[in-house]
């Protein structure tokens, strides 16, 4: 009860004022994702992607959670959604568990899709329903949801969900997420978009999965690595994303499927990768190459070790900026020589104006000059002590020369 209570507080807080909005214009996706979408749609019909729900499934059978008529599972033989829990009711309403044959009441929240998600996050932190792994159900699991025994509205399985509305569709997670873009069914027209979020919508949420998953591995060529995991699950007809870091200098520029049965593209304007996943395992290789809005200043020095070249900003730079690059000697050792790519310069920088290209720089040092050690003169002061020091030997010498002519 304190888990539902928390979670209904949430959901008054976050969606408050959209419980009536609705928005008849669906608002145009981006140049960049119209093209990423186009570009899925031959892969998507190669896997049997199901747009229409027109020739729906037979009727699910279902079974209530005998602890909670919140919660049904439906049991579907002939899909692999079976086994599924549903809370029966859109967020915003509650299940009435007095009657025999429950009903939905109230009316269910409209809300974005990033409130859809909020909702979601909010319900497993407070354990909703004892459940912590509440999530959108995939747009195949939205599709169960019809039957074709209903050829005219409701559409759907009244009995597992009592008093669902139509209109709205409700979101679910489709194989251009990585996109940004939700999947949606429309309980009304019985239609399932994948190419476009509806601006408003409603939620039910789903737990659980024993759907088949296959694996998605990812590898960086040279000039870049991943950020993150590089092995990825999901069931068929999904997508799962991965990201990327480009080495400096370096953008990602594509993608290949090395083995197996998937579509990986790079999502616009980003490091990310999309991959929408096929019926098997898959590994994708990701690719890189120089960025055209920078320019490499590179440089040698001879010999190794005798001095340094510092660019500023750095050795990758804007094109048409304006960088400079100095040379600067070690200890002991002086710039002999300076090249600009083939020009010398005339002091110990280059410049480059407007740089639109790459550029080397060519330092050479040498050892500074030894000078040969000088003879010491003496100062006037030792001249003295020497003609001193000369003079007491003298006398000394005299003294014993008239001492030997004494004695004999």
């Not at 459940?131 to 509205?153: I, Q």
């Not at 090249?339 to 639109?356: E, G, K, R, V, Y």
């Amino acid at each position: 009860m304190y888990a539902r209570d928390s979670f209904n507080r949430f959901l008054s807080r976050t969606l408050r004022n959209r419980a009536n909005a609705h928005v008849s214009a669906k608002q145009p996706q981006p140049k960049a994702l119209q093209q990423a979408l186009r570009s899925c749609a031959g892969f998507m019909a190669g896997i049997a992607l199901t747009v229409c729900a027109s020739n729906a499934v037979a009727l699910p059978n279902y079974q209530e959670d005998r602890a909670n008529p919140a919660l049904v599972v439906l049991i579907i033989p002939d899909l692999t959604v079976t086994g599924l829990t549903w809370r029966r009711c859109a967020i915003g309403q509650q299940v009435d568990a007095s009657s025999s044959t429950r009903t939905c009441t109230g009316n269910p929240t409209a809300m974005t899709l990033a409130e859809a998600k909020a909702a979601i996050t909010a319900a497993n932190t407070a354990q909703l329903d004892g459940k912590t792994d509440w999530r959108l159900p995939t747009y195949n699991e939205l599709g169960a949801l019809l039957a074709a025994e209903y050829v005219s509205p409701p559409n759907y399985e009244t009995d597992a969900f009592p008093n669902l509305k139509t209109d709205l569709p409700y979101f679910g997670k489709g194989p251009f997420d990585f996109l940004g873009v939700a999947a949606s069914i429309n309980l009304g027209s019985r239609a399932i978009d994948l190419n476009q979020t509806p601006p408003s919508g409603y939620l039910l949420m789903v737990s659980g999965n024993n759907q088949p998953q296959f694996q998605v591995e990812l590898v960086a060529d040279v000039n870049g690595s991943i950020s993150g995991n590089s092995t990825q699950l999901s069931v068929a007809k999904n997508s799962v994303t991965f990201e990327v870091i480009p080495e400096q200098g370096y953008i990602l520029s594509g993608t290949s499927v090395t083995s197996g049965n998937c579509l990986p593209a790079p999502v616009p304007f980003t490091n990310k990768i999309g991959v929408i996943v096929g019926t098997g395992d898959c590994n994708v290789t990701a690719t890189f190459a120089r960025n055209p809005l920078m320019k490499l200043l590179s440089s040698t020095v001879t010999p190794p070790n005798s001095g340094t070249v510092t660019c500023d900003p750095g050795n990758w730079v804007d094109i048409l900026s304006n960088p400079s690059c100095t040379a600067t000697p070690a200890a002991g050792y002086e710039l002999t020589s300076l090249m600009c790519d083939t020009a010398a310069a005339p002091a110990d920088s280059c410049t480059f104006n407007q740089i639109n290209e790459d550029h080397t720089i060519s330092a050479v040092f040498s050892k500074k000059a030894v000078p040969a050690a000088a003879t010491p003169v003496p100062t006037l002061r030792e001249w003295a002590l020497i003609l001193l020091s000369t003079a007491l030997a003298a006398v000394a010498a005299l003294c014993l020369r008239r001492s030997r002519v004494h004695y004999s």
